[in-house]
């Protein structure tokens, strides 16, 4: 285990630079996508498709370490550690 | 350089698809039974596929100088019909002296059904009893954590199951810890879309290192893309990776592996 091949590390500012123009062009399309979706008829806001995006994008804001983690986790539905005995299986 | 893709649809591919993986440095391939977009009538249906799967895609393979591997079993979606799966189940046993099989996969959930459980269980017994390695399908997009979960329960709930000899596939950020730390292989599935893009697999990487972890393209008749494992070398070729930490992941990982199955022929020679 311990003459595993390392993963190089990169600084923060050279992942900032690497990676800047694809998050910006990423937040474009998230934001046409809601503007997008003002402009449409009916209203989607008490619709919870609608609410995993808000509290996706709340995520992102937040100062918690593992975001894509828990943005999977807020899309995922939840597991039941007694599901064996629901569907009567040993 | 040269890779192994431990998870790909050849069925659904083209030959000009194999001439291309071969051009960008694919030496093996190994191809686990899967749904065909609808659901098959009869056990005969099935018999076939493993024929084609057994006998015709190794012989297409081979053209180009790559070795053609796989799994059989009935997908998880088609498990929801537990008859027509037992007979599939009990039919298999024919197929696994055919020289490229590896095992039983990919077996797993799809819905995280009763049904598809109970299959699921059938399945896994088959392949302690008859001595297989495991190759495992988890459930997309909001059934992956549950579904994850649930087969990691029913795995290590069987003791007889040798957790080295079971890969994990398609696992995501908030999956793959729990399958490593239980002591399975992790396959992360990179999707152009829907998915795990090239840059979130080498996160995983960085993340928990090269050990156990494999990278696969599906590849299947989806929107998907066969050469997805070289998108991933040239991204962490990009992050100034080593040579050696990315064939660990591409090549001798899955070489390591499928080793433990008595067909695997390591492509370039033991290393
Ligand atoms: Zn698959």
Redesign the interface.
Known sequence: MSNDPKPASRSAQKVLSEEFFLSRSKILDLAATLDRLDRAEGSVDELQQRQLLIQGIEILLDKNPDKAKRVQLLMSRPYDPDWRKNYGLH | MDYIDPHIHMVSRTTDDYETLARMGCVAMSEPAFWAGFDRGSVESFRDYFRQLTQFEPKRAAQFGIQHYTWLCINAKEAENVSLSREVIAMIPEFLNESNVLGIGEIGLNK?T?NE??IF?EHVDLAVRYNQQILIHTPH??????GT??IV?MLVHDTRVDRSRVLVDHV???TIQEVLDQGFWAGMTLYPVTKCTPA?AA?M??RF???RLMANSAGDWGPSKPTAIPDLIMELK?????R??IR?VVYENPCKFFSQSKNFKAPLGSS
Do not use: A
């Not at chain 2, 990009?238 to 080593?242: E, I, L, P, Q």
């Open positions: 995280n009763k459980s109970t269980l997009l909001e059934d992956k954590f549950q979960k649930m329960d995501e950020e908030h979130r996160d990487i960085e290192g090269p050990e990009r992050r100034g990776h080593s050696e930490l660990r």
